[in-house]
């Protein structure tokens, strides 16, 4: 096949190479290097289609230029000459002239590199065939315009026409017959008019020197943050054999006409990064119509994925993750991916802090922030799970020798019956329970509760912080993107745009108000399906229960544990449960919010994040709010007891209800991150297994497939979705360590656990399954920064609760406040039964005792029912007082951004202003403020 390349020149309307029938050059065609003749492209004015209202193909005017007036199409045609697309098509070995050599560096023919795959298949029809490779619009294919094949290539061609007249540079491979791969290179002049359209910053060739800096500001912020943490630094080594952190310098947004005063301007090849030019070419492609004149709505790469006209679009990975010829892995690997497999993504280097700004560097400030994120929450977990594990070890070195247990535990006091069938039962059955209870349920747990309050406001600000160092360090802060329409976005009419003039798709108001009214009424059945399933559930527990007390011998285990028993099963139902109608609701709320039909990603992704989140905090929370605030709270006396269903109402038993709600947080937390962990690491390992015994896995093995071949068949593409459920994994894990720490002081520990391997499996997920995502940017983490800070504040009031409430500790400390000790407390929360032995009394309620605070015989709220309500209410108004005021004195003495990134940004826009300004000249490449003359003193105050 003979190579067709040469100089491109740009029409108005197709773009087209010509070339002798014979395949000589035609008139104006030079030799190339390797002598053969290399066609130049002219431009021949062909009739462009475009779609009408109908969406059918029609044919744009005013006649073009050679064609006679009158003349149809069929002569037109034949009177043309012979027409090539522009884009070279061919095999690889057509392509590179049988060394693939190039193409396994990916590099172009023509040795420039790589920036971007497109890949569709190869069309099976003949027509849609030929047309992709002669680019001609003939009659046969305005005959089969409603052809979907049809539509598709006219489409391809189209866009890779607009992209070749944007001065980019395109080959197109068909590979074994199946596929079809187009590379793209982007030449340096055309990466920096885009990044200049984009603002993107760039780092400045003069710089402040830091050792003539007073200030030093970076060197004395990272000092800071490294002071925040060196309680753990023994857990953590902070260097890499040849993973070094970059060096501190500033930028400024790119400007053409100054480019001297860019670092690298000199060299083209160098000035951009492989990160840069993705991000670069990404922008390129999601600008560029594939629409004819009028359709300037039909624009951008995702659309084109999405109609089906390509079924892929990727940068490329600078190498595999791991050379086939390594037989362990080197200490200094050479490329950027495999630097990040040896020191990130592999689970043999979980102690080891993240090299976050390689990961900048190689996937961009979106991908890097989550890390970041993980990471620096993770951190914080280290402090408060040693403390909960201390908590723990409180507990469990006292609940032996405690008085009030050995009292219930050499008690014979005879109990009512729990149930309307259930026999009477002794008080020292629940002996393992009540002291195991006082594991969970003690003093520490008081301050446990507090610390946790203060730390959780704490994280969120000094999360903040953080991530305003990253921002500045990344160059992202105050980033601000010109977001295009999402390509699924339909809109029926045309409405002017009052900044820009254009008439653009429009969706009415009052039809996305209609759509939000359905979507209300669907996530409020779904909400009602949980309290359906909680309801179902407590029915199950009281069935249960009764069942055990009334089916088991007397004194067996079983019968003496219950309530234990039941509250297992139950919560293992409860996490089945929640497991599903995540799954479920989870694919309905992406549903109707592709209904709701948004017309940008960023608010497709925040209605999406409040349906999915708002839905998860109800159905995994629910049976905890219910355990925690209701459960026991009305159950009534002997002989006027309050029923439900028409069973009696679930009561706590005499060490209450926080152990069940410990039970609960620890089967639903841990269930949750066992089956999130088995999805990420267990499934993926199955899945790899059985691609290598496939035919595409097989594929892999041929000596001949390339780097964009092998990255098609082995990666997945990168989740639609990005990181938005990783973030809700870890978010709805907040919520269990602070909403109800005071039930699960370990909850902070296991947390910690599993976001250490988090860290790992997302990082491997990302160096080895997926493809590489476009090099995105991002200030912070977005919505889910309010969630959290929200969840903060909520947990104050939950965990006031819980222990004024829920545990037994308030109870405690009045009657040692009253009595000096603990003595007669067993006896004091068991009050004898106000029911008399009369004809017709219920025999299980006479003759016994109950657990309240009520009043001995009469069954009357009392002297110490009142005094310990109103020394929950005072702790519970103190608590929340006392937090609340230390969480705001803390956001107020602690800015968002810190000083020196202020003062930092401030000389940053300085020194971009005296260089970039066009009346100053150039400067010394190393240089200090007062090299240009001293800023206002107020500025740097």
Request: glycine content about 6%; charged content about 25%; hydrophobic content about 40%.
């Amino acid at each position: 096949m003979k190579r067709r390349t040469g100089k491109v020149d740009v029409g108005d309307n197709y773009l087209v190479v010509t070339a002798d029938d014979d395949g000589a050059a035609a008139p104006g065609a030079s030799a190339s290097a390797d002598g053969e003749s290399d066609t130049h492209v002219q431009v021949s004015q062909l009739p462009v289609l475009t779609e009408d209202a109908d969406g059918d193909l029609v044919e744009e005017k005013p006649i073009p230029e050679g064609r006679r007036e009158n003349e149809d199409d069929e002569d037109w045609v034949s009177r043309m000459p012979s027409t090539i697309a522009a884009v070279p098509t061919g095999t690889v070995l057509d392509l590179y002239k049988g060394s693939i050599q190039l193409a396994k560096e990916r590099k172009m023919s023509t040795g420039e590199r790589v920036d971007y795959i497109l890949v569709h298949a190869t069309p099976k029809d003949e027509l849609a065939l030929k047309l992709l490779s002669d680019g001609i619009l003939t009659d046969a294919v305005r005959d089969r315009q409603h052809d979907n094949q049809i539509k598709r290539a006219i489409k391809r061609v189209r866009f890779e026409n607009k992209l070749v007249e944007e001065g980019c540079v395109l080959e197109r491979e068909i590979s074994d017959g199946e596929i079809v791969f187009v590379r793209i290179h982007v030449p340096f002049e055309v990466m920096a008019k885009e990044a200049e359209s984009i603002r993107l910053k760039k780092r400045l060739r003069a710089q402040f020197d830091p050792f003539n800096d007073p200030e030093n500001i970076l060197d004395n912020m990272r000092e800071f943050f490294m002071r925040q943490t060196r309680w753990f630094d023994f857990l953590l080594r902070w260097r890499w054999p040849d993973v070094q952190e970059e060096d501190d310098f500033y930028s400024a947004k790119f400007r053409l006409k100054r480019i001297d005063q860019f670092e690298n301007s000199e060299d083209t090849l160098r000035f951009f990064t492989d990160g840069e030019r993705s991000l670069l070419t990404h922008h390129i492609l999601r600008r560029t119509p594939y629409g004819g004149a009028g359709r300037d709505d039909q624009l951008g790469i995702e659309k084109m994925i999405n109609n089906g006209s390509y079924t892929d679009a990727f940068p490329l990975h600078d190498a595999a993750h791991k050379d086939p010829t390594w037989d362990e892995i080197p200490e200094n690997p050479v490329s950027d991916r495999q630097k990040l497999y040896r020191w990130w993504g592999r689970f043999a280097v979980w102690y080891m802090n993240q090299p976050l700004d390689l990961v900048y560097r190689y996937y961009g400030a979106k991908v890097a922030i989550y890390f970041a994120w993980l990471g620096h929450y993770t951190k914080w977990l280290w402090f408060p799970g040693i403390f909960g594990v201390l908590v723990f070890i409180f507990g469990l070195a006292r609940f032996q020798s405690q008085t009030d247990s050995e009292e219930i535990c050499s008690s014979k006091k005879v109990m009512c019956s729990l149930c309307d069938t259930c026999d009477k039962w002794v008080l020292n059955v629940v002996c393992d329970s009540y002291k195991i209870s006082y594991i969970f349920d003690n003093e520490a747990t008081l301050v446990f509760a507090f610390f946790m309050s203060i730390w959780a406001s704490a994280y969120t600000d000094g999360w903040r912080r953080y991530n305003a160092l990253l921002a500045y360090d990344w160059d992202v802060m105050d980033f601000e993107e010109e977001e295009p329409d999402r390509p699924q976005f339909k809109g029926p009419f045309l409405k002017e745009n009052p900044v820009t003039g254009k008439m653009e798709p429009s969706y009415p108001a009052y039809r996305r108000g209609m759509k939000y009214l359905v979507t209300g009424l669907t996530l409020f059945s779904f909400l009602t399906l949980v309290i359906i399933v909680l309801v179902a559930v407590i029915v199950y527990r009281l069935a249960v229960s009764v069942a055990l007390f009334d089916g088991s011998e007397e004194g067996s285990y079983i019968q003496e544990n219950a309530t234990a028993v039941t509250s297992v099963t139950a919560a293992i139902l409860n996490l089945i449960s929640i497991i599903l109608l995540n799954k479920i609701y989870g694919k309905v709320a992406v549903i109707l919010t592709e209904w709701e039909n948004h017309r940008k990603e960023s608010r497709y992704q925040s209605q999406l994040a409040f349906k999915i989140f708002l839905f998860q905090f109800v159905n995994s929370y629910s049976s905890l709010f219910y355990i925690a605030f209701f459960k026991g709270k009305f159950t009534g006396k002997p002989g006027d007891y309050n029923t439900f269903m028409g069973f009696r109402q679930d009561e706590c038993p005499p060490y209450g209800c926080l152990l069940e709600l410990t039970i609960q947080l620890i089967v639903i937390m841990i269930g949750k991150q066992t089956m999130n962990n088995f999805q990420e690491v267990v499934i993926p390992a199955i899945s790899a297994w059985r691609f290598r015994r496939s035919k595409r896995g097989q594929a892999l093995g041929r000596d001949n497939i390339l780097p964009w071949e092998r990255e098609l068949l082995k990666n997945v593409t990168y989740p639609k979705m990005g990181l938005f459920y990783e973030y809700l994994e870890m978010v709805i894990q907040f919520g269990f360590i602070t909403l109800f720490v005071a039930a699960f002081p370990l909850g902070p520990f296991f947390a910690l656990t599993n976001n250490i391997l988090e860290i790992r499996v997302d990082a491997r997920k990302h160096v080895k399954s997926f493809r590489r995502p476009p090099w995105f940017l991002a200030e912070d983490i977005g919505v889910w920064q309010r969630i959290m800070e929200t969840i903060s504040w909520v947990s104050v009031i939950t965990n006031g609760l819980v222990i004024a409430f829920t545990s037994n500790i308030i109870v405690k400390l009045v009657w040692r406040y009253k009595t000096g000790s603990l003595v007669g407390f067993a006896d004091r929360i068991t009050p004898y039964t106000p029911l008399e032995d009369v004809l017709g009394a219920d025999p299980r309620q006479v003759n016994c005792s109950y657990t309240s605070l009520r009043e001995p015989i009469t069954g009357e709220n009392g002297t110490f029912f009142y005094e310990v309500t109103a020394a929950k209410l005072a702790f519970v108004i103190v608590f929340e007082h006392v937090v609340f005021f230390s969480k705001y004195i803390m956001q107020e003495m602690i800015p968002d951004v810190p000083k020196g990134v202020r003062i930092s940004i401030m000389k940053e826009d300085y020194l971009a202003k005296m260089l970039l300004d066009e009346h100053i000249g150039t400067v010394d490449h190393t240089t200090t403020p007062a090299d240009f003359g001293q800023p206002e003193t107020d500025a740097f105050a």
